[in-house]
């Protein structure tokens, strides 16, 4: 899990590893599960596993997050 959480975003695969005491380095061997399919962006940052920026998310829409804060309900 901590080579798929790398591969979307290092922070969240940095601070999940640590918590874990795994590192990149660790998991960078690992290859895609067999149903997998990789993107050309994806294989460019296995390339780099750990050290990318952030992906670009302009313009996208995020169809199943969990917001980061509380909904409240009033009835």
Known sequence: ?????????????????????????DVAGLEPLASQDLTDE?????????KNPPR????????HCVPDERHVVTR
């Open 42 to 50: 994806d294989r460019k940052r296995l390339s780099n596993l750990g």
């Open 1 to 25: 899990m901590v080579w798929h959480f790398l591969l979307v975003e290092n922070d969240l695969g940095l601070k999940v590893g640590e918590g874990l005491g795994i590192s990149p380095e």
């Open 56 to 63: 670009d998310v302009e313009g996208l829409t995020m169809t």
